[in-house]
Nanobody, 124 residues
Framework: QLQASGGGLVQAGGSLRLSCAAS????????VGWFRQAPGKEREFVAA????????YYADSVKGRFTISRDNAKNTVFLQMNSLKPEDTAVYYC???????????????????WGQGTQVTVSS
């Protein structure tokens, strides 16, 4: 089970750190991704990390502003979000899957376990 947390209300230019904690199983060997969904829009890829190698992937819209990382001891994936913009406002979800073809790591359909989502609101 995945538990996402850390969302909130922040002014443009501010920062938030989201956490995705796994319970009941280790994330070792998994691919873990962050996605977001704004009202009336489709769920979109934000960032992903391969647990073993630590390889990271980012959407162009967040590259240079967001950083995904993992903590083995805490069995948790983090998404550090800096220089937030109003267009980053959305519900953020974390997801995991044991086997993903890396060329498809940005697709929501590649993941089979999802957290409940955490709201991020960026005011202008």
């Amino acid at each position: 089970q995945l538990q996402a947390s850390g969302g909130g209300l922040v002014q443009a230019g501010g920062s938030l750190r989201l956490s995705c904690a796994a319970s009941g199983r280790t994330l070792s060997g998994y691919r873990v991704g962050w996605f977001r969904q704004a009202p009336g829009k489709e769920r979109e890829f934000v960032a992903a990390v391969t647990w073993s190698a630590g390889t990271t992937y980012y959407a162009d819209s967040v590259k240079g502003r967001f950083t995904i990382s993992r903590d083995n001891a805490k069995n948790t994936v983090f998404l550090q979000m800096n220089s937030l913009k109003p267009e980053d406002t959305a519900v953020y979800y974390c997801a995991s899957a044991l086997r993903i073809i890396l060329s498809m790591i940005r697709r929501p359909s590649s993941y089979d376990s999802w957290g409940q989502g955490t709201q991020v609101t960026v005011s202008s």
